[in-house]
T-cell receptor
Framework: DSGVTQTPKHLITATGQRVTLRCSPR?????VYWYQQSLDQGLQFLIQ???????AKGNILERFSAQQFPDLHSELNLSSLELGDSALYFC????????????FGQGTRLTVV | AQKVTQAQTEISVVEKEDVTLDCVYE???????LFWYKQPPSGELVFLIR??????QNEISGRYSWNFQKSTSSFNFTITASQVVDSAVYFC???????????FGTGTRLQVFP
């Protein structure tokens, strides 16, 4: 158990809908990363937050947004969902960021039908 | 720009064989950190090792060993006497001091047959 909790584990929704994925980092970790893993694209970095502030942005679509709350949990919002958004979404946390390892949650498997 | 290349898409070996997974990275920063993660069939990502750019010592942990060579920008991972439980996808990752982006390679799928 990495100590990172993601909910829900599975999500099935229709195209055009909006979903929210939740991540609780390990106790004490200030940094949260979000990744998308699809079959043909590997692990794509989406966004990183550090202590509530956005620190780095990857290939995150405009339809996607994220935030990190004062209690350090994070949410990834996906809207106007398309079939191609079906993927495994991972959250990871680390204590500082760059020079410490990131620990991953078990992921949320999103299926858009 | 940062980049991690894992040229081996899939490797198949028979149990007890040694296997090396290659990782080549690119970064303009002099301070950076390299990682290996394992993703077994169950799907979770498991941290294996972290190495910073100032520490070129090779590391051994049981059957696992890592060879970091700055001269060739490589951070290769060797499993000695492979076992069926080593079957997984292995990812190499890089974060540079000035970017905050933890970037992953495309992964190498290792299949170990009995």
């Amino acid at each position: 158990d990495s100590g990172v909790t993601q909910t829900p584990k599975h999500l099935i929704t229709a195209t055009g809908q909006r979903v929210t994925l939740r991540c609780s980092p390990r106790s004490g970790d200030l940094s949260v990363y979000w990744y998308q893993q699809s079959l043909d694209q590997g692990l794509q970095f989406l966004i990183q937050y550090y202590n509530g502030e956005e620190r780095a942005k990857g290939n995150i679509l405009e339809r996607f947004s994220a935030q990190q709350f004062p209690d350090l949990h994070s949410e990834l919002n996906l809207s106007s969902l398309e079939l191609g958004d079906s993927a495994l979404y991972f959250c990871a946390s680390s204590s500082i960021g760059r020079n410490t390892e990131a620990f991953f949650g078990q992921g949320t498997r999103l299926t858009v039908v | 720009a940062q980049k991690v290349t894992q040229a081996q898409t899939e490797i198949s070996v028979v149990e007890k064989e040694d296997v090396t997974l290659d990782c080549v990275y690119e970064t303009r920063d002099t301070t950076y950190y390299l990682f290996w993660y394992k993703q077994p069939p169950s799907g979770e990502l498991v941290f294996l090792i972290r190495r910073n750019s100032f520490d070129e010592q090779n590391e051994i942990s049981g059957r696992y060993s890592w060879n970091f060579q700055k001269s060739t920008s490589s951070f290769n991972f060797t499993i000695t006497a492979s076992q069926v439980v080593d079957s997984a996808v292995y990812f190499c990752a890089l974060i540079s001091y000035n970017t905050d982006k933890l970037i992953f390679g495309t992964g190498t799928r290792l299949q170990v047959f009995p």
